[in-house]
Nanobody
Framework: HVQLVESGGGSVQAGGSLGLSCAVS????????MGWFRQVPGKEREAVAV???????AYERSAEGRFTISKDNAKNTLLLQMNSLKPEDTAVYYC??????????????????WGQGTQVTVS
């Protein structure tokens, strides 16, 4: 059974930076396809970035060049570094994971496991 716990959200001014973390228990992040998503009330949840078991990454267009997804294998944690934040980045951010090692990994993947979310507010 996998558990995902996000942290690091908060409020920041436009142009600032935030780092999100997703602590994973039950599975090794090094073997998994994982992703960050976000949702604004009244809108569908959208993908932000994904990282494969081999370290390959893909980003949603507005996140590319500003956000960096990575894994800290020693801490078994998924990370998202967000720079040059804009008000339109305001959302609840969720981490997600597959639990089958080595599977296909894409920003369009339907992930089966989700964290509880962390709020990011950019003003």
């Amino acid at each position: 059974h996998v558990q995902l716990v996000e942290s690091g959200g908060g409020s920041v001014q436009a142009g600032g930076s935030l780092g999100l973390s997703c602590a994973v228990s039950g599975y090794l992040v090094s073997r998994l396809c994982m992703g960050w998503f976000r949702q604004v009330p009244g809108k569908e949840r959208e993908a932000v970035a994904v990282i494969s078991w081999s370290g390959g990454t893909a980003y949603e267009r507005s996140a590319e060049g500003r956000f960096t997804i990575s894994k800290d294998n020693a801490k078994n944690t998924l990370l998202l570094q967000m720079n040059s934040l804009k008000p339109e980045d305001t959302a609840v951010y969720y981490c997600a994971t597959d639990v089958v090692p080595g599977t296909w990994c894409s920003i369009h993947k339907d992930f089966p496991n989700w964290g509880q979310g962390t709020q990011v507010t950019v003003s």
